[in-house]
């Protein structure tokens, strides 16, 4: 399974660190994942990786 929302898709960025003295390597910003239960429309249960800004928007939604 990808480091990937499954409902934003929001993924893996590259980048670089950049030390004191400006010397420039790649690296990467990973999303923060969340593994949530989520029961779909016929009754089963399913887990899927959520973003936590996607988690937040999904209880905000079912909270109105």
Same mark, same amino acid.
């Given at each position: 399974?990808?480091?990937?929302?499954?409902?934003?898709?929001?993924?893996?960025?590259?980048?670089?660190?950049?030390?004191?003295?400006?010397? @420039?390597?790649?690296?990467?910003?990973?999303?923060? $994942? +969340? !593994?949530? #239960?989520?029961?779909?429309?016929?009754?089963?249960? @399913?887990?899927?990786?959520?973003?936590?800004?996607? $988690? +937040? !928007?999904? #209880?905000?939604?079912?909270?109105?």
């Amino acid at each position: 399974m990808s480091r990937k929302c499954q409902i934003s898709g929001k993924g893996p960025m590259t980048g670089n660190n950049v030390s004191h003295a400006h010397n @420039k390597t790649k690296r990467r910003f990973l999303p923060n $994942l +969340r !593994t949530v #239960r989520i029961t779909l429309e016929d009754g089963t249960k @399913k887990k899927i990786k959520v973003s936590a800004k996607q $988690l +937040r !928007t999904m #209880r905000k939604q079912a909270n109105q």
